[in-house]
């Protein structure tokens, strides 16, 4: 199964590489991220939603869930 976020934050490739070194230190494999539609995408076999929300609203990038 996966999850899709709106992370409105993500102004950069810099941005999108916190982004993605925040999701895969909590150990996601299969993150994808969209700069131009500000869209992140991760399988949610084995992690928690709320910890990823409040990682990357810590990190300074609140996401949405937006399915
Ligand atoms: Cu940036």
């Not at 991760?42 to 990682?55: A, E, P």
């Amino acid at each position: 199964m996966s999850v899709e976020f709106s992370v409105p934050n993500m102004k950069c490739e810099g941005c999108v590489s916190i982004v993605k070194k925040e999701l895969l230190g909590m150990g996601l494999k299969n993150v994808e991220i969209n700069l131009e539609t500000k869209r992140v995408e991760i399988q949610t076999n084995d992690v928690d939603i709320k910890k990823v929300k409040d990682v990357l609203i810590k990190a300074g990038f609140p996401p949405e869930q937006v399915n």
